[in-house]
């Protein structure tokens, strides 16, 4: 047995009991009031992160000297790939996905680990123990049924490679960034189960910002993870959508939106010391959450039509079921227990005030996730239910989402207008004006530039009200923060202000992407065309050209290139050249799309098969907007990333 | 923050239900009155034949292996013909769009979309299973 796989394996098996130790540590130091134990737990959440990270890289040495006797490595990995995606075929498999989720999770433990170290607490025991656990369960899965060390009998000569379709920069990215927002959620989720183990229900103006800052930057991961697997699915698969509300897909964007209500509702509990339930209850749900996507992805539970057809429960779903049942349950108990120490002494009583607002957008948001996850879960449930597999199809979450979102949209708008407590209906009514004016622009402007339905006219129109509004609100935050004379007032102002700019600008950035949604689904052209060359035809106010089919032979694949020239009225604007390639290893076509994208709109081409006459067949599509959505996830990181930013200590005293 | 006497939770709890349960029956409603439009049922080639007349028109999920000799490409209409097997039986599938990159002889497909009259499957979507060997996703999904 070759002594990496020993090591790594070794190192697996050393993260499982230095984290039972740990777990055992800190509650044996909470039990005898002992700081030395609780020390040892510390250094032993340490100690697991680099295991994890020497596991890792052992892996990583295997991979990337091509070692086919570990089956990992045969499975995703060939001589000939390059190796950027020979390291990415890290994360490509189920097995390496899961060592990189736990290696986050030793990384993010062992920063929570070394900030705290000087902030002991009657609940810092219970985090540690939490960490150590969550630590020990991955290690448990990695031991025994998701092990990437395996080794084969015989060492065949090349390994199997990585499919087309992944060699995409979306691949390399994906699905790291989306670990880490997963694995950062394990310190918030830890927190809490900790307060609620100790029975500290009214926490610190300090640490609900430590929670606040890991709750952001799981999210800002977790939202950059989710925009990049859109944006890889709309460039890569060649059928002009980002989002298809496959499982896998949809699963991930259910701690997303708890997520998010988590962070208006924790607000809440800064300003006011409200939601002190639901705060309490939130972080376990989202990271329950993470495991569960996890399992959507993994456990051959759920069905995925991009992911295989055959229900084939793999045993890893037994363990993740089990650990989600297990958090579950306990904390559904001690939440119980604890019931009359997170009861708010004040409840929102104004209908508007910033308060209901919050109550409204936690409400929202959970129902909106309690309808995707009756999505995923129907067909099983139907076949338990009926006999019969059902699925609902994308109309289901259209309809779902559309008037919610509006509503989301309407929230956006107005929330940041009203004071917590309670405001005057007159005050708002009067900032309402100017804006009223930009959304009757923008519905006038709709009706003469498109044919199209009037919800979409009033979609468009909603979300300039909101824009317009937010954009004044934002003017408004400027303009305060730059004339404060006083030192130490001016210091206090931009700090604040930092937060209030960072969430105007993800709100906006929300919109952004509302417009990028509306525009590229309800109104989108669409034409099959066969073309001969010379041939020309029109979609929108766009004329294309098929000019020629250019064929070249590479030594992976045979390449086939149109050109398509595409004029506006008489001016030529672009030459697209989408391709359809067939590639020897897996004997099968891979077509590449070709897109030309402006703000207004993206011409998306796609090649099809070639006809008898020398004709070919072509699928193309213009998205109108659909650039707003990127843009808008651009603007959502950096409006997150301002939020965030850590303050230095003197501006927080003069808070 | 400021310190309140504990309020009569009677009326705030009242709004805090209500809300709730206003938002759960818009999404109930939502979906409920929807019911036939968003449903689609997963069966065999053999279930789908056996539920006719009852089964046209209704949002269906078929699965089974491409038949490469069947395969038709009508240029002018932009429509692919070909006969999905599933063991002894099979179904004439029409389909209007570019060929699928999965799509070939002997791949294994799930058509989704209505049983016609004419006994014609008229697919609006084409799900392909990826190769076995691996296990990474391959969507060729056609909208």
Request: glycine share 8%.
């Amino acid at each position: 047995m070759p002594p990496l796989i020993v090591a790594g394996y070794g190192a697996l098996i050393l993260v499982m009991c230095t984290a039972l130790y740990s777990a055992l540590a800190a509650l044996w130091g909470a039990r005898r009031a002992q700081p030395r134990w609780v020390r040892r737990a510390e250094r032993g959440l340490i100690a697991t992160a680099i295991l994890f990270a020497l596991a890792a890289a052992a892996l990583l040495y295997l991979l990337l000297s091509r070692d086919f006797r570990v089956k990992y490595v045969y499975a995703h990995t060939s001589a000939a790939q390059s190796p950027i995606y020979v390291i990415s075929a890290l994360w490509a498999g189920q097995e390496g996905s899961l060592l990189l989720w736990a290696l986050f999770v030793g990384a993010v433990s062992a920063m929570a680990t070394a900030a705290q170290r000087e902030r002991g607490t009657a609940a810092w025991p219970f985090v540690l123990a939490t960490l150590a656990a969550v630590q020990a369960f991955f290690a448990l899965m990695l031991l025994t049924v998701q092990n990437p060390f395996v080794v084969m009998s015989i060492a065949p000569a090349d390994g199997l490679g990585i499919l087309p379709t992944l060699e995409n920069p979306g691949m390399v990215v994906h699905p790291p960034i989306l670990f880490l927002g997963y694995a950062t959620y394990s310190v918030p989720f830890a927190s809490a189960l900790a307060w609620l183990l100790v029975g500290h229900s009214a926490p610190s103006s300090e640490e609900l910002q430590q929670l606040r800052r890991w709750s952001i930057s799981a999210w800002l991961f977790l939202s950059a993870g989710i925009l990049i697997g859109a944006w890889w699915a709309y460039t890569e698969l060649g059928w002009g959508g980002y989002w298809s509300w496959d499982p896998v897909e949809s699963a991930s964007l259910l701690p997303w939106l708890a997520g998010t209500a988590f962070l208006h509702s924790l607000l809440a509990q800064e300003r006011l010391g409200m939601f002190k339930g639901w705060n309490a209850a939130l972080p376990i749900g989202i990271f329950v959450l993470c495991i569960f996507a996890t399992l959507v992805t993994r456990g051959g539970l759920i069905i995925s039509d991009l992911h295989g057809f055959s229900q084939n429960i793999q045993p890893v779903a037994y363990l993740l079921l089990g650990f989600i049942a297990v958090v579950t349950a306990s904390a559904g108990l001690l939440l119980w227990r604890r019931r009359a120490a997170l009861a708010d002494a004040e409840q929102p009583e104004r209908l508007l005030s910033r308060a209901s607002a919050v109550l409204v957008t936690n409400l929202l948001f959970l129902g909106l996730a309690g309808a995707i996850l009756l999505g995923i879960l129907f067909p099983n449930l139907s076949q338990r239910i009926w006999g019969m597999r059902i699925h609902l199809n994308r109309s289901f979450y259209d309809r779902v989402f559309a008037p919610l979102g509006a509503v989301t949209v309407l929230l956006i708008a107005v929330c940041p207008l009203l004071g917590w407590r309670r405001s005057s209906w007159r005050s708002i009514r009067r900032r309402f004006s100017f804006p009223a004016l930009v959304a009757l622009a923008t519905a006038a402007a709709t009706l003469a530039l498109a044919k199209t339905h009037p919800f979409v006219v009033l979609a468009l129109a909603l979300i300039a009200f909101a824009a317009s509004l937010t954009v004044g609100r934002l003017i408004d935050i400027l303009r305060r923060t730059e004339w404060r004379p006083a030192q130490g007032a001016k210091r206090s102002a931009i700090w604040m202000a930092r937060r209030s700019l960072g969430a105007q600008l993800v709100h906006l950035a929300i919109l952004l992407i509302a417009v990028g949604i509306v525009g590229s689904s309800a109104l989108k052209a669409e034409r099959l065309v066969t073309l001969s060359a010379g041939q020309r035809t029109e979609v929108l106010n766009y004329t294309l050209e098929y000019e020629g089919l250019q064929v070249l032979d590479e030594p992976a694949r045979r390449r086939h290139i149109a050109a398509i020239a595409v004029y506006r009225g008489d001016a030529r604007v672009a030459t697209l050249r989408p391709e359809r390639n067939f590639h020897w290893n897996i004997d099968a076509f891979v077509s590449e799309v070709s897109v030309r994208s402006t703000l207004a709109d993206d011409l998306y081409v796609s090649l099809g098969q070639p006809g008898s006459d020398g004709s070919v067949a072509f699928r193309v599509s213009v998205y109108p907007l659909v650039v707003w959505l990127w843009i808008g996830g651009a603007v959502l990181l950096l409006g997150t990333l301002i939020a965030v930013w850590p303050t230095r200590r003197n501006e927080r005293t003069a808070a | 923050m400021t310190s309140r006497q504990p309020r009569a939770h009677g009326r705030s709890n009242w709004r805090w239900i209500a809300g709730a349960a206003v938002i759960v029956v818009v999404i109930l409603y939502l979906v409920l009155s929807s019911a036939q439009g968003v449903a689609v049922y997963a069966m065999t080639i053999h279930e789908l034949k056996a539920q006719r007349p009852a089964i046209y028109g209704r949002g269906v999920r078929v699965g089974g292996i491409v038949d490469g000799s069947s395969i038709l490409w009508n240029a002018d209409e932009m429509t692919l013909h070909f006969q999905l097997v599933d063991g002894a039986e099979t179904l004439d599938v029409s389909y209007a769009g570019i060929q699928p990159d999965a799509f070939g002889d002997a791949a294994e497909a799930l058509v989704e979309g209505r049983y016609r009259e004419d006994g014609v499957f008229e697919a609006g979507q084409l799900l392909f299973e990826c190769p076995s060997k691996y296990e990474a996703p391959l969507a060729t999904r056609e909208p």
